[in-house]
Nanobody, 124 residues
Framework: QVQLVESGGGLVQAGGSLRLSCAASGRTFRSYAMGWFRQAPGKEREFVAAISWSGGSIYYADSVKGRFTISRDNAKNTVYLQMNSLKPEDTAVYYC?????????????????WGQGTQVTVSS
């Protein structure tokens, strides 16, 4: 069992930055692929970014490429999402997820564990 706890959300003006963190319990974290998803009010949950167990494979949604960076520190059991040049349309609840497969992309169905989410609000 893996427990995921997100932090770092908040209110920021357009053009600003935030860094989200997702702390994971369990000694198997380093073998899991990790992903970030988001869900805006009235919309479906959508993929944001994913990183393989080693960090060697990284994927981004087109909407965040060049602005967001996903990274992980296996020694700290933590995955990060650095968000720069934020836009009002980035406003959503952001969730981190863990997949027992070592590599996972944007399909939420392959992720086995989910955090409770952290709110990100970008004002115009």
């Amino acid at each position: 069992q893996v427990q995921l706890v997100e932090s770092g959300g908040g209110l920021v003006q357009a053009g600003g930055s935030l860094r989200l963190s997702c702390a994971a319990s369990g000694r198997t974290f380093r073998s899991y692929a990790m992903g970030w998803f988001r869900q805006a009010p009235g919309k479906e949950r959508e993929f944001v970014a994913a990183i393989s167990w080693s960090g060697g494979s990284i994927y981004y949604a087109d909407s965040v490429k060049g602005r967001f960076t996903i990274s992980r520190d296996n020694a700290k059991n933590t995955v990060y999402l650095q968000m720069n040049s934020l836009k009002p349309e980035d406003t959503a609840v952001y969730y981190c997820a863990a997949a027992r497969t070592g590599v996972a992309g944007g399909d939420p169905a392959v992720y086995d564990y989910w955090g409770q989410g952290t709110q990100v609000t970008v004002s115009s």
